[in-house]
Structures are given as structure tokens and as C-alpha cells.
T-cell receptor
Framework: SQTIHQWPATLVQPVGSPLSLECTVEGTSNPNLYWYRQAAGRGLQLLFYSVGIGQISSEVPQNLSASRPQDRQFILSSKKLLLSDSGFYLC?????????FGSGTRLTVV | GQQVMQIPQYQHVQEGEDFTTYCNSSTTLSNIQWYKQRPGGHPVFLIQLVKSGEVKKQKRLTFQFGEAKKNSSLHITATQTTDVGTYFCASLPGAGSYQLTFGKGTKLSVIP
């Protein structure tokens, strides 16, 4: 069966520090991968999506970046975090329809 | 991407009462998906509707897609405390697209 792993579950980082969140998928090949952000009590905002290795599409201009070094690995990064980067970051994958989300990372920038 | 408006933002119901959340768009939707997010958890896919006027049921949950494919609803009959969470509708702009756009969700509270 397909599973999605996302870590860490929680993270507290100072302003200006770098960020690296990793997501891996098991049990499927060539999935579409996504990074979403959810601000407290609000909806989900699509940040990046990838349809293949090295292929990244950005939805929102910001100080975040994404990479897909392997078929089932998706990484979200930042060189310098801002206070406004705080939120709940969710990785997801899809093959046909119906997105499967990871358990998410709660990031607090202090 | 397409904008989907979801109402109400919050709903408090007594256990056993029914609950409905609505999703509306000013443009025709190619499909509509529904997700549930439990408090502190991640969204979980419930269902996808594609056809005009489509109605699907999952136990006490009934999902409808409007005839004009511009609106959708999720109805829960006789709510239970396990129904607590935020329900999101979401839509893809079209076949072969990837930008799933979510509504802001309806947060359901069930009073036991």
C-alpha cells in the first residue's frame, strides 16, 4: 500500500535560519507531489507541485523553494525564514485523483 | 486557479442534528473533491464528484454536485461526535491540471 512520510512533526526555528522539510512516498511510482501550507484556522494554499524528478512549479512567489531529487522525495527549503513562514506544512501525492496528505509539519518561526 | 467559496465558516450542532456545508463557484467546475481534517490532523480525501447532478453517499454523508457544476454540498445526517473537524471542498481547473484549489473550509463542532 502507498504511504507518505513527512518529518519533522513540529519545528521551532528562529527568524533568519534555514529550513529543510522532507517528504517521501512509498508504494507508488512517478507520483505527482505537492507542498501546501495552512495558516492557523485557515484553508490550504498550494506552494509547489512536481510531476517528475527535477520538475518544480511554484504557485506563490516567496522565500521558499522546493526540490525533487528522487522520484518519491520532495523537499521544501528556505535560506532565511521569516515570521510569516509559520504554519502547518503539508506534503501530498496523487496519481489519478484524491490527494493523500502526510501528517504535516507545524513550523513556528520565532 | 479557480476560486471555490465555502459556507458556513463555522457550524455548531447538537449531536443527532443534521449538518450541511456548501461550496460555490462563479465558473463551471470540472470536478469537486471533499476532504475532512480532524482537529490537529491532516486532510483526508473523502470523495470526488465529476458528473452534473451527481449524488454519492457514504453512510451518513451525502455529496451532491449541482446540475450546472458550479456548486456542491456535503450533508451529514444525525451528526456524531466523530464528525467533528473541518470539511473542505476542492477543485482542479480541468483535466490534466495539478493545482487543486481548496475552499476555506467549514469547521463543524458537535455538542454531545
Amino acid at each position: 500500500s502507498q504511504t507518505i512520510h513527512q518529518w519533522p512533526a513540529t519545528l521551532v526555528q528562529p527568524v533568519g535560519s534555514p529550513l529543510s522539510l522532507e517528504c517521501t512516498v512509498e508504494g507508488t511510482s512517478n507520483p505527482n507531489l505537492y507542498w501546501y501550507r495552512q495558516a492557523a484556522g485557515r484553508g490550504l494554499q498550494l506552494l509547489f507541485y512536481s510531476v517528475g524528478i527535477g520538475q518544480i512549479s511554484s504557485e506563490v512567489p516567496q522565500n521558499l523553494s522546493a526540490s525533487r531529487p528522487q522520484d518519491r522525495q520532495f523537499i521544501l527549503s528556505s535560506k532565511k525564514l521569516l515570521l510569516s513562514d509559520s504554519g502547518f506544512y503539508l506534503c501530498a501525492w496523487s496519481v489519478y485523483y484524491g490527494y493523500t496528505f502526510g501528517s504535516g509539519t507545524r513550523l513556528t518561526v520565532v | 486557479g479557480q476560486q471555490v467559496m465555502q459556507i458556513p465558516q463555522y457550524q455548531h450542532v447538537q449531536e443527532g442534528e443534521d449538518f450541511t456545508t456548501y461550496c460555490n463557484s462563479s465558473t463551471t467546475l470540472s470536478n469537486i473533491q471533499w476532504y475532512k481534517q480532524r482537529p490537529g490532523g491532516h486532510p483526508v480525501f473523502l470523495i470526488q464528484l465529476v458528473k452534473s447532478g451527481e449524488v454519492k453517499k457514504q453512510k451518513r454523508l451525502t455529496f451532491q454536485f449541482g446540475e450546472a457544476k458550479k456548486n456542491s454540498s456535503l450533508h451529514i445526517t444525525a451528526t456524531q461526535t466523530t464528525d467533528v473537524g473541518t470539511y473542505f471542498c476542492a477543485s482542479l481547473p480541468g483535466a490534466g491540471s495539478y493545482q487543486l484549489t481548496f475552499g476555506k473550509g467549514t469547521k463543524l463542532s458537535v455538542i454531545p
